[in-house]
């Protein structure tokens, strides 16, 4: 199983931008994809974003589309999400995903083998 480390979380504005990462602590990579996901409170968790790892290729929730940008570093096994243009509603805590499985996209829970601990984004009006 991976583990995963997020940070970057924290108190930002509407309109401000973060940027979370997540170090995984091996060569994972054997994963196919890694993803973001975000559960707020009272709600399911939810997809964010994932990347396929070795293409770049990547998808989005409608959501956060055109203002989240999903990212990785090979040498570094970590992905990063950019969020611009943050809103109240983005206020969550996220989690990063490795898929469960060889050729998994982590677009759902149940596609996901491990989950990080998850940072704390608090967007204020």
């Known amino acids: 199983q991976v583990h995963l480390v997020e940070s970057g979380g924290g108190l930002m504005q509407a309109g401000g931008s973060l940027r979370l990462s997540c170090a995984a602590s091996e060569r994972t990579f054997s994963s196919y994809a890694m993803g973001w996901f975000r559960q707020a409170p009272g709600k399911e968790r939810e997809f964010v974003a994932a990347?396929?790892?070795?293409?770049?290729?990547?998808v989005y929730a409608n959501s956060v589309k055109g203002r989240f940008t999903i990212s990785r570093d090979i040498a570094k096994n970590t992905v990063y999400l950019q969020m611009n243009s943050l809103k109240p509603e983005d206020t969550a805590v996220y989690y990063c995903?490795?898929?469960?499985?060889?050729?998994?996209?982590?677009?759902?829970?149940?596609?996901?083998?491990?989950w990080g601990q998850g940072t704390q984004v608090t967007v204020s009006s």
């Open positions: 990347i396929i790892w070795s293409a770049g290729s990547t």
């Open positions: 995903a490795a898929p469960r499985g060889k050729m998994v996209v982590p677009v759902s829970p149940p596609t996901v083998g491990s």
